[in-house]
């Protein structure tokens, strides 16, 4: 299965020079998990995901470095149906109480049309992830109780 980087796990990955041993547990693990990703050619990245990264460096010459490292990844295609679910998906996220931003709901739908994971330790996009896959998995639950005829396509 395809892997969907989020920003924080480029981020954390390609501008930290410190070593292991200054990550907290759950770094580590993120970037052991990229590794194994990339290692694979499993790891997939977003047009708004190298947006984000790149947008956070401070001098040009790391820009560069950046770039050139992330152009290892080509940006995966976006549906225009992608944005519209993306859409749906905050406000589904936004009725439960949770707010999320436009990129990481675009992640999350990008992500269900393919099937794809999404790496992250994003605390929102994780709340966001959470609501999806309750709510989604609560309407087919709901779904299969009914009868084909009762079904609003």
Known sequence: MKVLVDSCVW?????????AED???QERL??????D??????A????PVRQEVLSGVRNAEQFEKLDQSLALFPDQ?????????????????RRRGVQCGAVDMLLCAVA??????????DAGLLRCIEVIERELISEEERMRG????EVDW
């Open 11 to 19: 981020s954390l990955s390609l501008r930290r020079r410190t070593g």
């Open 23 to 25: 990550l907290k547990p």
């Open 30 to 35: 993120l970037l052991a998990l990229l590794t």
């Open 112 to 121: 269900m049309r393919n099937e794809w994971t999404i790496l992250t330790n």
């Open 77 to 93: 295609p976006i549906q225009p149906d992608d944005y519209v679910q993306a859409a749906r998906l905050d406000c589904l996220c």
């Open 44 to 47: 997939v990245l977003l047009g």
């Open 146 to 149: 009914r009868k084909l005829s």
């Open 37 to 42: 990703s990339i290692q694979d050619g499993r």
